[in-house]
Nanobody, 121 residues
Framework: QVQLVESGGGLVQAGGALRLSCAASGSICRINAMGWYRQAPGAQRALVAGITSGGITDYKYYAKGRFTISRDDAKNTVYLQMNSLKPEDTAVYYC???????????????WGKGTLVTVSS
Protein backbone atom coordinates (compact mmCIF):
# COMPACT_ATOMS: atom_id res chain seq x y z
CA GLN A 1 0.00 0.00 0.00
CA VAL A 2 3.05 2.26 0.08
CA GLN A 3 4.59 3.56 -3.11
CA LEU A 4 7.68 5.65 -3.76
CA VAL A 5 7.94 7.58 -7.00
CA GLU A 6 11.13 9.32 -8.11
CA SER A 7 11.34 12.20 -10.55
CA GLY A 8 13.86 14.72 -11.80
CA GLY A 9 16.31 12.55 -13.67
CA GLY A 10 17.47 13.28 -17.19
CA LEU A 11 20.36 14.25 -19.41
CA VAL A 12 22.68 17.03 -18.32
CA GLN A 13 26.10 18.24 -19.37
CA ALA A 14 29.08 17.91 -17.10
CA GLY A 15 29.13 20.74 -14.59
CA GLY A 16 25.35 21.00 -14.61
CA ALA A 17 22.82 20.32 -11.88
CA LEU A 18 19.74 18.21 -11.29
CA ARG A 19 17.29 17.93 -8.42
CA LEU A 20 15.79 14.55 -7.75
CA SER A 21 12.56 14.12 -5.82
CA CYS A 22 10.99 11.05 -4.28
CA ALA A 23 7.48 11.14 -2.89
CA ALA A 24 5.92 8.43 -0.78
CA SER A 25 2.21 7.76 -0.79
CA GLY A 26 -0.17 5.28 0.78
CA SER A 27 -0.96 4.19 4.32
CA ILE A 28 1.94 5.92 6.05
CA CYS A 29 2.14 6.37 9.79
CA ARG A 30 5.75 7.45 10.10
CA ILE A 31 8.86 7.70 7.93
CA ASN A 32 12.21 7.09 9.54
CA ALA A 33 15.42 7.37 7.56
CA MET A 34 15.42 8.27 3.88
CA GLY A 35 18.18 7.70 1.39
CA TRP A 36 19.33 7.93 -2.18
CA TYR A 37 21.21 5.10 -3.85
CA ARG A 38 22.62 4.72 -7.31
CA GLN A 39 23.54 1.89 -9.62
CA ALA A 40 25.83 2.41 -12.57
CA PRO A 41 26.05 -0.15 -15.40
CA GLY A 42 27.95 -3.22 -14.22
CA ALA A 43 28.09 -1.98 -10.63
CA GLN A 44 26.20 -2.76 -7.47
CA ARG A 45 23.63 -0.42 -6.00
CA ALA A 46 25.26 1.77 -3.35
CA LEU A 47 24.20 4.45 -0.91
CA VAL A 48 24.87 8.02 -2.04
CA ALA A 49 23.32 10.01 0.78
CA GLY A 50 21.05 9.46 3.75
CA ILE A 51 19.04 11.56 6.16
CA THR A 52 17.59 10.52 9.50
CA SER A 53 14.20 11.49 10.86
CA GLY A 54 16.01 14.10 12.94
CA GLY A 55 17.66 15.64 9.90
CA ILE A 56 21.15 14.25 10.34
CA THR A 57 22.75 13.69 6.96
CA ASP A 58 25.57 11.52 5.68
CA TYR A 59 27.19 11.32 2.27
CA LYS A 60 29.39 9.02 0.30
CA TYR A 61 32.79 10.64 -0.16
CA TYR A 62 32.16 11.52 -3.82
CA ALA A 63 28.92 13.30 -2.96
CA LYS A 64 30.28 15.53 -0.22
CA GLY A 65 30.33 19.16 -1.26
CA ARG A 66 28.38 18.51 -4.46
CA PHE A 67 25.15 16.78 -3.40
CA THR A 68 22.64 17.83 -0.75
CA ILE A 69 19.94 15.58 0.63
CA SER A 70 16.90 17.09 2.31
CA ARG A 71 13.42 16.03 3.36
CA ASP A 72 9.96 17.51 3.66
CA ASP A 73 8.00 15.39 6.11
CA ALA A 74 4.78 17.27 5.41
CA LYS A 75 5.01 16.02 1.82
CA ASN A 76 6.60 12.63 2.60
CA THR A 77 9.30 13.61 0.16
CA VAL A 78 13.06 13.39 -0.01
CA TYR A 79 15.22 15.43 -2.36
CA LEU A 80 18.71 15.15 -3.75
CA GLN A 81 20.22 18.32 -5.14
CA MET A 82 23.15 17.39 -7.35
CA ASN A 83 25.56 20.10 -8.47
CA SER A 84 28.80 20.02 -10.46
CA LEU A 85 27.77 16.76 -12.04
CA LYS A 86 30.41 14.54 -13.63
CA PRO A 87 30.10 11.80 -16.26
CA GLU A 88 30.90 9.25 -13.54
CA ASP A 89 27.69 10.27 -11.77
CA THR A 90 25.75 8.61 -14.59
CA ALA A 91 23.54 5.94 -13.03
CA VAL A 92 20.02 4.98 -12.11
CA TYR A 93 19.17 6.71 -8.84
CA TYR A 94 16.83 5.04 -6.38
CA CYS A 95 15.23 6.39 -3.24
CA UNK A 96 14.52 4.31 -0.18
CA UNK A 97 12.58 5.01 2.99
CA UNK A 98 12.02 3.20 6.24
CA UNK A 99 8.27 3.42 6.71
CA UNK A 100 5.89 2.35 9.43
CA UNK A 101 2.56 1.76 7.76
CA UNK A 102 -0.73 2.56 9.44
CA UNK A 103 -1.74 -0.27 11.75
CA UNK A 104 1.78 -1.67 12.06
CA UNK A 105 4.39 -1.25 14.76
CA UNK A 106 7.52 -2.02 12.76
CA UNK A 107 9.35 -0.32 9.93
CA UNK A 108 9.84 -1.75 6.47
CA UNK A 109 12.16 -0.56 3.72
CA UNK A 110 10.48 0.64 0.56
CA TRP A 111 12.13 1.45 -2.76
CA GLY A 112 11.29 3.51 -5.77
CA LYS A 113 11.71 2.18 -9.31
CA GLY A 114 14.57 4.51 -10.08
CA THR A 115 15.26 7.51 -12.27
CA LEU A 116 18.05 7.65 -14.83
CA VAL A 117 20.66 10.38 -14.62
CA THR A 118 22.98 10.75 -17.59
CA VAL A 119 25.86 13.21 -17.49
CA SER A 120 27.52 13.91 -20.81
CA SER A 121 31.12 15.06 -21.13
Amino acid sequence: QVQLVESGGGLVQAGGALRLSCAASGSICRINAMGWYRQAPGAQRALVAGITSGGITDYKYYAKGRFTISRDDAKNTVYLQMNSLKPEDTAVYYCSMGIISTGYSYSMDYWGKGTLVTVSS
